[in-house]
Protein backbone atom coordinates (compact mmCIF):
# COMPACT_ATOMS: atom_id res chain seq x y z
CA UNK A 1 0.00 0.00 0.00
CA UNK A 2 1.18 3.57 -0.97
CA UNK A 3 0.01 6.47 0.43
CA UNK A 4 0.56 9.89 -1.23
CA UNK A 5 1.73 13.10 -0.05
CA UNK A 6 -0.71 15.89 -0.36
CA UNK A 7 1.18 18.43 -1.62
CA UNK A 8 2.81 17.18 -5.00
CA UNK A 9 1.32 19.16 -8.10
CA UNK A 10 2.19 18.67 -12.09
CA UNK A 11 4.44 21.56 -13.47
CA UNK A 12 0.80 22.29 -14.86
CA UNK A 13 -0.50 23.09 -11.02
CA UNK A 14 -2.56 20.24 -11.12
CA UNK A 15 -2.63 18.10 -7.86
CA UNK A 16 -1.63 14.93 -8.41
CA UNK A 17 -4.03 12.02 -7.12
CA UNK A 18 -3.75 8.12 -6.26
CA UNK A 19 -5.95 7.76 -9.81
CA UNK A 20 -2.78 9.00 -12.05
CA UNK A 21 -0.43 6.66 -10.04
CA UNK A 22 -2.76 4.15 -10.69
CA UNK A 23 -3.50 4.74 -14.58
CA UNK A 24 0.16 5.21 -15.30
CA UNK A 25 1.52 1.78 -13.61
CA UNK A 26 -1.44 0.35 -15.48
CA UNK A 27 0.23 1.21 -18.38
CA UNK A 28 3.62 0.26 -17.39
CA UNK A 29 1.84 -3.37 -16.38
CA UNK A 30 -0.49 -3.73 -19.69
CA UNK A 31 1.17 -2.01 -22.70
CA UNK A 32 4.61 -3.95 -24.19
CA UNK A 33 7.82 -2.35 -23.98
CA UNK A 34 11.27 -3.26 -23.10
CA UNK A 35 11.11 -3.04 -19.18
CA UNK A 36 7.04 -4.72 -19.39
CA UNK A 37 8.96 -7.80 -17.65
CA UNK A 38 9.62 -5.44 -14.32
CA UNK A 39 5.79 -5.71 -13.46
CA UNK A 40 4.87 -8.96 -14.43
CA UNK A 41 4.37 -9.65 -10.31
CA UNK A 42 2.11 -6.67 -10.02
CA UNK A 43 -1.48 -8.91 -10.36
CA UNK A 44 -3.75 -5.53 -9.55
CA UNK A 45 -3.69 -1.93 -9.04
CA UNK A 46 -6.57 -0.18 -7.20
CA UNK A 47 -7.35 2.91 -4.90
CA UNK A 48 -8.61 4.15 -2.02
CA UNK A 49 -8.43 7.62 -1.29
CA UNK A 50 -4.83 8.85 -1.47
CA UNK A 51 -3.81 4.86 -1.35
CA UNK A 52 -2.69 3.17 -3.93
CA UNK A 53 -3.19 -0.37 -3.18
CA UNK A 54 -0.91 -3.50 -5.37
CA UNK A 55 -1.79 -6.78 -5.51
CA UNK A 56 1.35 -8.78 -5.93
CA UNK A 57 1.62 -12.69 -7.25
CA UNK A 58 4.21 -12.80 -4.36
CA UNK A 59 7.34 -11.27 -2.89
CA UNK A 60 9.38 -8.85 -4.44
CA UNK A 61 12.41 -7.54 -2.87
CA UNK A 62 13.01 -5.19 -5.61
CA UNK A 63 8.98 -3.90 -5.38
CA UNK A 64 10.37 -0.43 -4.33
CA UNK A 65 12.94 0.15 -6.38
CA UNK A 66 11.08 -0.48 -9.27
CA UNK A 67 8.61 1.68 -8.71
CA UNK A 68 11.11 4.46 -8.00
CA UNK A 69 12.30 3.70 -11.56
CA UNK A 70 12.19 5.94 -14.31
CA UNK A 71 10.20 4.27 -16.18
CA UNK A 72 7.72 3.87 -13.50
CA UNK A 73 7.64 7.63 -14.04
CA UNK A 74 4.00 9.13 -13.22
CA UNK A 75 3.25 11.85 -15.82
CA UNK A 76 -0.11 13.58 -16.77
CA UNK A 77 -1.06 13.86 -20.80
CA UNK A 78 -3.11 16.73 -21.64
CA UNK A 79 -4.18 18.24 -24.98
CA UNK A 80 -2.83 21.50 -24.68
CA UNK A 81 0.80 19.92 -24.79
CA UNK A 82 2.74 17.61 -26.39
CA UNK A 83 5.11 16.34 -23.79
CA UNK A 84 3.22 14.47 -20.76
CA UNK A 85 3.73 17.09 -17.51
CA UNK A 86 5.82 15.64 -14.34
CA UNK A 87 6.21 16.50 -10.68
CA UNK A 88 10.16 16.87 -10.20
CA UNK A 89 12.03 19.66 -9.15
CA UNK A 90 12.91 20.85 -12.34
CA UNK A 91 10.48 20.90 -15.40
CA UNK A 92 11.22 21.18 -18.99
CA UNK A 93 10.65 24.38 -20.20
CA UNK A 94 11.48 23.85 -24.24
CA UNK A 95 12.83 20.97 -25.85
CA UNK A 96 14.24 20.43 -29.77
CA UNK A 97 16.89 18.33 -31.50
CA UNK A 98 19.91 19.42 -30.26
CA UNK A 99 18.80 22.04 -27.12
CA UNK A 100 16.51 21.31 -24.23
CA UNK A 101 16.29 23.54 -20.84
CA UNK A 102 14.77 21.94 -17.96
CA UNK A 103 13.58 25.44 -15.32
CA UNK A 104 13.42 24.93 -11.79
CA UNK A 105 9.97 23.58 -10.48
CA UNK A 106 9.18 26.75 -7.68
CA UNK A 107 6.01 24.14 -6.37
CA UNK A 108 8.40 21.68 -5.39
CA UNK A 109 7.31 19.64 -2.42
CA UNK A 110 10.69 19.25 -1.03
CA UNK A 111 13.98 21.13 -1.99
CA UNK A 112 14.71 22.36 -5.18
CA UNK A 113 17.94 22.38 -6.91
CA UNK A 114 20.31 25.51 -6.16
CA UNK A 115 20.29 26.87 -9.71
CA UNK A 116 17.28 28.18 -11.59
CA UNK A 117 17.65 26.67 -15.03
CA UNK A 118 19.94 24.80 -16.87
CA UNK A 119 20.57 24.56 -20.94
CA UNK A 120 21.70 21.32 -22.84
CA UNK A 121 23.29 20.83 -26.14
CA UNK A 122 24.23 17.57 -28.05
CA UNK A 123 26.59 18.24 -31.31
CA UNK A 124 26.55 16.25 -34.13
CA UNK A 125 30.24 16.55 -34.53
CA UNK A 126 33.17 16.00 -32.06
CA UNK A 127 35.39 18.59 -34.20
CA UNK A 128 32.95 21.48 -33.03
CA UNK A 129 34.85 23.38 -30.34
CA UNK A 130 31.98 23.06 -27.34
CA UNK A 131 31.77 25.53 -24.23
CA UNK A 132 29.53 25.22 -21.29
CA UNK A 133 29.94 24.59 -17.53
CA UNK A 134 29.59 21.03 -17.84
CA UNK A 135 30.63 19.24 -21.26
CA UNK A 136 30.19 15.52 -21.19
CA UNK A 137 32.45 14.20 -24.16
CA UNK A 138 30.77 10.11 -23.64
CA UNK A 139 33.46 7.48 -22.80
CA UNK A 140 37.21 8.14 -22.34
CA UNK A 141 37.60 5.23 -25.26
CA UNK A 142 36.56 7.10 -27.59
CA UNK A 143 39.64 9.49 -27.47
CA UNK A 144 38.92 12.25 -25.33
CA UNK A 145 41.01 14.36 -23.47
CA UNK A 146 39.08 16.27 -20.52
CA UNK A 147 39.45 17.44 -17.10
CA UNK A 148 38.25 14.63 -15.59
CA UNK A 149 38.01 10.46 -16.51
CA UNK A 150 35.10 9.15 -14.21
CA UNK A 151 35.61 5.52 -13.90
CA UNK A 152 32.40 3.77 -14.09
CA UNK A 153 31.88 1.06 -11.46
CA UNK A 154 29.29 -0.57 -12.65
CA UNK A 155 28.13 -1.67 -15.97
CA UNK A 156 30.57 -2.41 -19.20
CA UNK A 157 30.88 -3.35 -22.42
CA UNK A 158 30.19 -7.19 -23.54
CA UNK A 159 29.79 -9.28 -26.47
CA UNK A 160 26.47 -10.84 -27.24
CA UNK A 161 24.95 -13.50 -29.35
CA UNK A 162 21.45 -13.40 -30.95
CA UNK A 163 19.29 -16.71 -31.57
CA UNK A 164 18.76 -16.64 -35.54
CA UNK A 165 18.43 -19.24 -37.89
CA UNK A 166 22.56 -19.55 -38.61
CA UNK A 167 23.39 -19.24 -34.96
CA UNK A 168 27.13 -19.70 -34.03
CA UNK A 169 28.05 -23.16 -32.34
CA UNK A 170 29.28 -23.50 -28.70
CA UNK A 171 32.67 -24.65 -30.42
CA UNK A 172 32.74 -21.43 -32.07
CA UNK A 173 31.61 -19.42 -29.44
CA UNK A 174 34.19 -20.66 -26.74
CA UNK A 175 36.85 -19.86 -29.85
CA UNK A 176 35.67 -15.79 -29.35
CA UNK A 177 34.87 -15.93 -25.95
CA UNK A 178 38.96 -17.18 -25.64
CA UNK A 179 40.49 -14.63 -27.90
CA UNK A 180 37.89 -11.81 -26.77
CA UNK A 181 38.82 -12.65 -22.95
CA UNK A 182 42.75 -12.73 -24.10
CA UNK A 183 42.34 -9.52 -25.63
CA UNK A 184 41.11 -7.96 -22.21
CA UNK A 185 43.52 -9.10 -20.31
CA UNK A 186 46.49 -8.84 -22.18
CA UNK A 187 45.74 -5.53 -24.16
CA UNK A 188 43.22 -3.00 -22.33
CA UNK A 189 43.91 -3.93 -18.56
CA UNK A 190 46.01 -1.22 -18.34
CA UNK A 191 43.85 0.97 -19.84
CA UNK A 192 39.98 -0.19 -19.37
CA UNK A 193 39.72 -2.60 -15.98
CA UNK A 194 38.75 -6.06 -16.98
CA UNK A 195 34.97 -6.69 -15.89
CA UNK A 196 33.95 -10.04 -14.30
CA UNK A 197 30.52 -9.28 -13.86
CA UNK A 198 28.47 -7.06 -15.64
CA UNK A 199 28.28 -5.18 -12.37
CA UNK A 200 30.42 -3.96 -10.02
CA UNK A 201 29.43 -5.98 -7.19
CA UNK A 202 30.80 -9.21 -8.41
CA UNK A 203 33.87 -8.21 -9.85
CA UNK A 204 35.75 -10.55 -7.59
CA UNK A 205 33.78 -13.09 -9.45
CA UNK A 206 35.90 -15.32 -11.93
CA UNK A 207 34.88 -15.20 -15.42
CA UNK A 208 34.43 -19.27 -16.92
CA UNK A 209 32.71 -21.10 -19.77
CA UNK A 210 32.51 -24.71 -18.78
CA UNK A 211 33.25 -25.87 -22.62
CA UNK A 212 36.62 -26.76 -23.81
CA UNK A 213 36.22 -27.50 -26.92
CA UNK A 214 37.12 -24.86 -29.54
CA UNK A 215 36.26 -24.00 -33.28
CA UNK A 216 37.20 -21.56 -35.25
CA UNK A 217 34.30 -19.60 -37.01
CA UNK A 218 34.64 -20.58 -40.60
CA UNK A 219 31.85 -17.92 -42.35
CA UNK A 220 32.11 -14.33 -42.35
CA UNK A 221 31.08 -13.17 -39.09
CA UNK A 222 28.39 -10.11 -39.06
CA UNK A 223 28.96 -7.83 -36.15
CA UNK A 224 27.20 -5.39 -34.87
CA UNK A 225 29.08 -2.82 -33.05
CA UNK A 226 27.16 -0.01 -31.64
CA UNK A 227 28.71 3.25 -31.28
CA UNK A 228 31.97 2.25 -32.37
CA UNK A 229 35.50 3.34 -30.12
CA UNK A 230 38.48 2.67 -30.91
CA UNK A 231 38.89 -0.57 -28.49
CA UNK A 232 36.08 -2.18 -29.53
CA UNK A 233 37.42 -1.76 -33.27
CA UNK A 234 41.41 -3.23 -31.54
CA UNK A 235 39.19 -5.98 -30.47
CA UNK A 236 37.45 -7.03 -33.55
CA UNK A 237 40.66 -6.28 -35.27
CA UNK A 238 42.62 -8.83 -33.02
CA UNK A 239 39.95 -11.94 -33.44
CA UNK A 240 40.72 -11.27 -37.43
CA UNK A 241 44.23 -11.28 -36.17
CA UNK A 242 43.81 -15.01 -34.64
CA UNK A 243 41.75 -15.97 -37.80
CA UNK A 244 38.53 -14.59 -38.06
CA UNK A 245 36.38 -13.41 -41.33
CA UNK A 246 34.47 -10.27 -39.92
CA UNK A 247 32.26 -7.65 -41.34
CA UNK A 248 30.98 -4.95 -39.02
CA UNK A 249 27.59 -3.31 -38.93
CA UNK A 250 26.24 -0.30 -37.12
CA UNK A 251 23.26 0.37 -35.52
CA UNK A 252 20.93 1.54 -38.91
CA UNK A 253 22.72 -1.20 -40.87
CA UNK A 254 21.62 -4.29 -39.65
CA UNK A 255 18.51 -6.16 -38.20
CA UNK A 256 19.15 -8.18 -34.84
CA UNK A 257 17.90 -10.96 -36.10
CA UNK A 258 20.61 -10.49 -38.67
CA UNK A 259 24.14 -10.67 -37.07
CA UNK A 260 25.88 -12.90 -35.64
CA UNK A 261 27.23 -11.18 -32.77
CA UNK A 262 27.44 -7.66 -31.27
CA UNK A 263 29.29 -5.52 -29.42
CA UNK A 264 27.69 -2.75 -26.68
CA UNK A 265 27.57 -1.05 -23.66
CA UNK A 266 25.79 -1.10 -20.65
CA UNK A 267 25.32 1.16 -17.66
CA UNK A 268 23.84 0.95 -14.03
CA UNK A 269 22.29 2.92 -11.25
CA UNK A 270 24.30 3.25 -7.99
CA UNK A 271 21.53 0.60 -6.86
CA UNK A 272 23.45 -2.92 -8.03
CA UNK A 273 20.55 -5.01 -7.04
CA UNK A 274 17.56 -3.40 -9.00
CA UNK A 275 20.16 -2.38 -11.63
CA UNK A 276 20.91 -6.12 -12.28
CA UNK A 277 18.02 -7.55 -11.73
CA UNK A 278 16.46 -5.01 -14.47
CA UNK A 279 19.06 -5.71 -16.82
CA UNK A 280 19.00 -9.63 -16.39
CA UNK A 281 15.10 -9.68 -17.59
CA UNK A 282 14.74 -6.44 -19.73
CA UNK A 283 17.67 -6.03 -21.46
CA UNK A 284 18.60 -6.71 -25.20
CA UNK A 285 20.65 -9.58 -24.08
CA UNK A 286 17.21 -10.85 -23.02
CA UNK A 287 14.81 -9.68 -25.73
CA UNK A 288 17.48 -10.79 -29.00
CA UNK A 289 19.64 -13.39 -27.18
CA UNK A 290 17.11 -15.80 -25.76
CA UNK A 291 15.02 -17.81 -27.21
CA UNK A 292 11.29 -17.89 -25.85
CA UNK A 293 11.82 -20.94 -24.44
CA UNK A 294 14.99 -20.36 -22.36
CA UNK A 295 13.12 -16.60 -21.99
CA UNK A 296 10.77 -18.71 -20.07
CA UNK A 297 13.15 -20.78 -17.97
CA UNK A 298 15.29 -17.75 -17.15
CA UNK A 299 12.34 -16.18 -16.07
CA UNK A 300 11.70 -18.95 -13.92
CA UNK A 301 15.13 -19.33 -12.11
CA UNK A 302 14.85 -15.48 -11.45
CA UNK A 303 11.64 -16.12 -9.69
CA UNK A 304 12.82 -19.04 -7.62
CA UNK A 305 16.15 -17.26 -6.44
CA UNK A 306 13.49 -14.02 -5.40
CA UNK A 307 11.22 -16.85 -3.27
CA UNK A 308 14.26 -18.16 -1.83
CA UNK A 309 16.19 -15.11 -0.81
CA UNK A 310 16.15 -13.54 2.26
CA UNK A 311 16.68 -10.35 1.49
CA UNK A 312 17.85 -7.62 -1.26
CA UNK A 313 21.66 -8.31 -0.43
CA UNK A 314 21.30 -12.39 -0.25
CA UNK A 315 19.19 -12.13 -3.77
CA UNK A 316 22.13 -9.68 -5.23
CA UNK A 317 24.33 -12.38 -4.22
CA UNK A 318 22.17 -15.17 -5.81
CA UNK A 319 21.38 -13.07 -9.19
CA UNK A 320 25.04 -13.54 -9.87
CA UNK A 321 24.07 -17.56 -11.22
CA UNK A 322 21.36 -15.87 -13.58
CA UNK A 323 24.77 -14.23 -15.34
CA UNK A 324 26.28 -17.16 -15.11
CA UNK A 325 23.90 -18.94 -16.68
CA UNK A 326 23.54 -16.56 -20.00
CA UNK A 327 27.61 -17.18 -19.87
CA UNK A 328 27.61 -21.29 -19.87
CA UNK A 329 24.60 -21.16 -22.59
CA UNK A 330 26.72 -19.14 -24.45
CA UNK A 331 24.24 -15.94 -24.18
CA UNK A 332 26.95 -13.43 -23.73
CA UNK A 333 30.11 -12.56 -21.69
CA UNK A 334 31.73 -9.04 -20.30
CA UNK A 335 34.41 -7.25 -21.81
CA UNK A 336 35.85 -4.54 -19.99
CA UNK A 337 34.75 -1.31 -17.96
CA UNK A 338 34.99 2.18 -19.77
CA UNK A 339 35.19 5.52 -18.08
CA UNK A 340 33.63 8.91 -18.98
CA UNK A 341 34.86 12.11 -19.68
CA UNK A 342 34.28 15.42 -18.42
CA UNK A 343 34.83 18.97 -18.59
CA UNK A 344 33.73 20.66 -15.47
CA UNK A 345 33.48 24.55 -15.37
CA UNK A 346 35.82 25.60 -12.36
CA UNK A 347 33.12 27.90 -11.15
CA UNK A 348 30.75 24.92 -10.93
CA UNK A 349 31.09 23.45 -7.47
CA UNK A 350 29.05 20.57 -6.42
CA UNK A 351 29.56 18.21 -9.50
CA UNK A 352 29.46 14.83 -8.23
CA UNK A 353 28.84 11.53 -10.78
CA UNK A 354 27.24 8.33 -9.63
CA UNK A 355 28.37 5.07 -10.07
CA UNK A 356 26.84 5.43 -13.77
CA UNK A 357 28.72 8.11 -14.57
CA UNK A 358 25.42 10.70 -14.04
CA UNK A 359 25.80 14.05 -12.85
CA UNK A 360 22.92 15.17 -11.17
CA UNK A 361 21.56 18.80 -11.04
CA UNK A 362 20.24 18.72 -7.38
CA UNK A 363 23.12 19.95 -5.63
CA UNK A 364 25.39 21.92 -8.33
CA UNK A 365 25.87 25.67 -7.68
CA UNK A 366 28.15 28.63 -9.08
CA UNK A 367 30.43 30.19 -6.33
CA UNK A 368 31.77 33.69 -7.01
Known amino acids: MLRLRPDVLFHNGEKLTAEHVATCLTDRMTKSHTYQNLYRHI???????????????????????????MH??????????????????????????????????????????????????????????????????GYSSNGFTACDQVALQTGCDIISFPTTKS?????????????????CHHVTQDILPV?????????????????????????????LASHSNKYRI???????????????????????????????GYVFSDDDMFGYYKWLICSSVFKYCLSPQQQAVFLNIVDKLLLTSSSETNYLDQLH????????????FPLWRDALSYNFDKSLQGAETDSAGTVSLRKLWFED
Open 43 to 69: QSIRTQGAWVILTMTHQQHAILHILAD
Open 72 to 137: SSIYLETSDNDIPYGTGPFRLESCDKHQWVLAKNPDYFSSGGFIDKAEFWTSDTTEAKVQGHIVHH
Open 167 to 183: SLSMDEKAWIFHHAREF
Open 195 to 223: ANSVVGYHQHQGVYLYHHEMKRPTQTLKV
Open 234 to 264: QLLQYLESKGANIEVFSDDESQHSQYDMAIG
Open 321 to 332: RCEDWLIQHGVF
